[in-house]
């Protein structure tokens, strides 16, 4: 199987990686990343390779990247579940307990499950794209059925405070956004 590259740039709005079609619109100091195609499915944009390599590149010049830049993951997990096993034994009693992690009190508590999951995630992926962000979301309210927020789908907090958490994780490793 013949394999084809896509460059893709990450789009604001939809929170997410898109193919470049037109070189015109990237800015200056744009993340950029490029992604493996299989020929078969090169006209559909979801069917991509996990392994990506991601590159940040001024617009003017062209795209190149070094060896340092590339880095090579697992393959995304579907469907994502919740790390359980890599939970401190104080977190493992706190949720034992039924502790509402969403209560502002239990902020050190919220942190350390979010440390957890996001941890475990760059393994994977360091910047898992909104889909999958939403799955990290949901595996904690699958997990632990008490900490499903009792308005919207339930974990909407949780999306907001995974994409924050992912960004410290991602600082703390050296990445940069």
Excluded at 61 to 84: C, G, I, K, R
Excluded at 122 to 147: C, G
Excluded at 149 to 173: H, I, N
Aim: glycine share 4%.
């Amino acid at each position: 199987m013949a394999t084809e590259f896509a460059l893709q740039y990450f789009d604001q709005e939809w929170q997410s990686y898109v193919n470049v079609e037109d070189y015109s619109i990237l800015q200056d100091r744009t993340k950029l990343r490029t992604v493996s195609m299989h020929t078969q499915s090169r006209h559909s944009q979801g069917d991509v390779s996990s392994n990506a390599t991601e590159v940040v590149a001024n617009a003017t010049q062209d795209v190149a990247s070094d060896s340092s830049a590339s880095t090579s993951f697992s393959e995304w997990p579907s469907p994502f579940v919740f790390p359980v096993k890599a939970l401190s034994p104080h977190l493992v009693d706190a949720l034992d307990k039924r502790i509402n992690l969403c209560n502002p009190k239990q902020r050190y508590l919220r942190g350390l499950l979010l440390q957890t999951l996001c941890s475990e995630a760059v393994k994977f992926k360091t910047h898992p794209d909104h889909r999958e962000k939403v799955e990290m979301a949901k595996s904690i309210t699958l997990a632990f059925p008490h900490l499903k927020e009792p308005v919207g789908r339930g974990y909407d907090g949780w999306l907001a405070s995974v994409v924050d958490c992912l960004k410290s994780t991602r600082r703390q490793l050296g990445v940069i956004d």
